[in-house]
Nanobody, 121 residues
Framework: QVQLVESGGGLVQAGGSLRLSCAAS????????MGWFRQAPGKEREFVAV?????YYADSVKGRFTISRDNAKNTVYLQMNSLKPEDTAIYYC?????????????????WGQGTQVTVSS
């Protein structure tokens, strides 16, 4: 059982930056694909970014967000720059054994509890 704990969320003005962290209990974190998803009020959970061998981003965040991992620290990061009010959501970290369909939330085996990101205009 992999436990994931997100941190780093908060309130920021439009144009600002935040860095989210996802700490994993599993020492073999490098064997999983690690993704970030987000869910805004009244909306479905949506894919943001994933890292396995390479990285892949949703079009809405491409060029603004960067996903990275530090396997020695069992931690995955999401650097978010040029934030917009529409980025406001609860952000979730997730781990998947599969390397296919990583933009789909049901692919993932483990989830964190989420961290709130609020971007004011």
């Amino acid at each position: 059982q992999v436990q994931l704990v997100e941190s780093g969320g908060g309130l920021v003005q439009a144009g600002g930056s935040l860095r989210l962290s996802c700490a994993a209990s599993e020492r073999t974190l490098s064997t999983y694909a690690m993704g970030w998803f987000r869910q805004a009020p009244g909306k479905e959970r949506e894919f943001v970014a994933v890292i396995k061998v390479g990285t892949y981003y949703a079009d809405s965040v491409k060029g603004r967000f960067t996903i990275s991992r530090d396997n020695a620290k069992n931690t995955v990061y999401l650097q978010m720059n040029s934030l917009k009010p529409e980025d406001t959501a609860i952000y979730y970290c997730a781990a998947a054994r599969s390397i296919l369909r990583l933009e789909i939330s049901t692919t993932y085996d483990y989830w964190g509890q989420g961290t709130q990101v609020t971007v004011s205009s």
